[in-house]
T-cell receptor, first 117, second 117 residues
Framework: AQTVTQSQPEMSVQEAETVTLSCTYD???????LFWYKQPPSRQMILVIR??????QNATENRFSVNFQKAAKSFSLKISDSQLGDTAMYFC??????????????FGKGTKLSVKP | NAGVMQNPRHLVRRRGQEARLRCSPM?????VYWYRQLPEEGLKFMVY????????ESGMPKERFSAEFPKEGPSILRIQQVVRGDSAAYFC???????????????FGAGSRLTVL
């Protein structure tokens, strides 16, 4: 069974600084997707970034980027120029790709990020 | 383009009552997923449905919980004879049909918070 581990329950960063959130996962499969979701106090789940396992290039979305190390099964999220609005729970998630059929997302327990002014 | 709509946002039930949570997927999405989030935890998969079909219910408790996605109308998650341990946030997500680009990206609703007294 696949598992997702986020080893940092809480982190804080000063506004405008850079922070990296860690995520490791365990799978014997080769074809899958990885995601970071953000959950602000409103509790809405918002997709931050996604990575296809077959792509070697790390995904980027504006201030958000990932460091995907497939052999190490590591998928960290880097937030540059942190803003107060980045304060939220961040969840790493894993999705199997069954050759076009849909699997289901497996989430880590989350990292609570606080951006301080 | 309305997102995933869930209602009610908040539901209070006494032990032994029934809870019904509704989810309307995004326009053009034919896959619906239900997840449960306990306090201080990540989301846990419950069930995956397409119109009139349950595709994967491996995350559903064996008793008291059921889900449907009829041909017409929203998807319903039904919890019979609720107990205090059912208190949680229940999230619905939807995605396009398999094979579409972006089929692996789930769009989440804002969640329904169930409180059992």
């Amino acid at each position: 069974a696949q598992t997702v581990t986020q080893s940092q329950p809480e982190m804080s960063v000063q506004e405008a600084e850079t922070v990296t959130l860690s995520c490791t996962y365990d799978t014997s499969e080769n074809n899958y997707y990885l995601f970071w979701y953000k959950q602000p106090p409103s509790r809405q789940m918002i997709l931050v970034i996604r990575q296809e396992a077959y792509k070697q290039q790390n995904a980027t979305e504006n201030r958000f980027s990932v460091n995907f190390q497939k052999a190490a099964k590591s998928f960290s999220l880097k937030i540059s120029d942190s803003q107060l609005g980045d304060t939220a729970m961040y969840f790493c998630a894993f999705l199997m790709n069954y050759g076009g059929s849909q699997g289901n997302l497996i989430f880590g327990k989350g990292t609570k990020l606080s951006v301080k002014p | 383009n309305a997102g995933v709509m869930q209602n009610p946002r908040h539901l209070v039930r006494r032990r032994g009552q029934e809870a019904r949570l509704r989810c309307s997927p995004m326009k053009g999405h034919s896959h619906v997923y239900w997840y449960r989030q306990l306090p201080e935890e990540g989301l846990k998969f419950m069930v995956y449905l397409q119109k009139e079909n349950i595709i994967d219910e491996s995350g559903m408790p064996k008793e008291r919980f059921s889900a449907e996605f009829p041909k017409e109308g929203p998807s319903i998650l039904r919890i019979q004879q609720v107990v205090r341990g059912d208190s949680a946030a229940y999230f619905c997500a939807s995605s396009p049909r398999s094979g579409n680009s972006g089929a692996n990206v789930l769009t989440f609703g804002a969640g329904s918070r169930l409180t059992v007294l």
